[in-house]
């Protein structure tokens, strides 16, 4: 007898539609079930305003959770970049598989790498977290050029460069890898000159709390790492009562002494989007195994930002 199929939630998008595609993939294997794509419309997908403005926390994650508490889905695939900290009693977070790759990248004309870009260079990225880390390294290295605030997707937002408005635009690695466009990159911006978005990269598998057998084969997903790393950046994102639009950025990382992994370090900014003032520090601790330690890294180093005068710099807060 056939089995019936698990119904995946995701967004329209190209770049959802790949992940979430991998994803039934990564499924269809561990439980031998059919696994169908349910598309759904987001409040973000719909909107062409900037995501300071519509609110920015859950407006790419709101309607596929709907779906799931209604019942229309089994399951739901986000970029965990997407998702509110504060997690809703009916779902649990099932899997977080290995991340990709977490760093932004500039897509330039003339394939020009971010320090050759000409003065008064034309910049477009709709993150207010990466306006505020470029305005400040422009500001500290006498670097001449201008944040454009832009929308769209991967095609539009490309477009911008290919049609002459703009010199370059900063995407997401891990974003233009999904959709096998990675050869289209000019320079990977290093973290040490943008940390990436809390959970950037990382995907989040969502379902029912009380659906147990998928949890249990969901589960099967999950990368042990990824979700601690992942963790700790997003408790310090709601440590600092920060929205997902908000100009902060994360990246916990393993340190690894040879073949052993020591300690893991969890690095932070907090920016005005000018670059003007920014609040940037990192604190390492052992590697965390359980849920309540990667928390309790990512609110030791809020609390030390927030002591240096983060809570200040953060336009956008917790909706």
């Known amino acids: 007898m056939t089995q ?21 993939d990564a499924v269809r294997r561990v439980t031998g079930r059919p696994v169908e794509l349910v598309e759904i ?3 973000g997908d719909v909107s062409r305003a900037h995501l300071t403005q519509i609110g920015g926390t859950g407006v790419f994650v709101t309607a ?26 009916e779902l649990v977070l099932a899997a977080v598989p290995a991340r990709e790759d977490p760093r932004d990248v500039i897509v330039a004309r003339d394939a020009l790498k971010f320090t050759d870009l000409p003065r008064g260079a034309r910049i477009g990225t709709g993150a207010p977290r990466r306006m505020a880390q470029l305005n400040a390294y422009a500001r500290a290295h006498g670097l ?3 944040t454009v605030p832009i929308r769209g997707n991967v095609d539009t937002r490309i ?19 999904r959709i096998g466009r990675i050869d289209e990159v000019t320079d990977f911006l290093s973290v040490d000159t943008v940390l990436p978005a809390p959970g950037q990269g990382a995907l989040a598998i969502e379902c029912a709390a009380d659906a147990a ?3 249990a084969a969901l589960g099967e997903l999950d990368d042990p790492f990824t979700r601690a790393a992942v963790t700790a950046e997003r408790s310090l994102l709601a440590a600092l009562e920060a929205g997902c639009s908000a100009p902060v950025g994360a990246l916990a990382d393993l340190l690894a002494d040879g073949q052993i992994v020591k300690e ?20 390492t601790g052992p590697v965390p195994r359980t849920h309540d330690q990667a928390m309790a890294l ?22």
Not at 80 to 85: F, G, N, R
Not at 159 to 177: H, I, S, T, Y
Not at 267 to 273: D, F, L, N, Y
């Open 4 to 24: 019936k199929a698990l119904r995946l939630g995701t967004r329209r998008s190209r770049l959802a539609m790949a992940q979430s595609g991998q994803v039934a």
């Open 41 to 43: 419309t987001t409040h």
């Open 64 to 89: 596929l959770r709907d779906a799931l508490a209604g019942g229309e889905v089994d399951f739901a695939v986000h970029s965990l970049k997407d998702l509110p900290t504060a997690q809703p009693e």
């Open 144 to 146: 001449d050029m201008e």
């Open 159 to 177: 477009g911008f460069v290919r049609d002459g408005e703009l010199d370059a635009v900063v995407l997401a690695a891990a974003g233009l890898n």
């Open 213 to 215: 057998d998928l949890v």
């Open 264 to 283: 893991m370090r969890l690095r932070g900014v907090v920016g005005t989007t000018d670059g003007t003032r920014t609040v940037q520090l990192s604190t």
């Open 298 to 319: 990512g609110r030791e180093l809020a609390t030390e930002m927030l002591d240096q005068g983060a809570a200040g710099l953060m336009g956008e807060r917790a909706h």
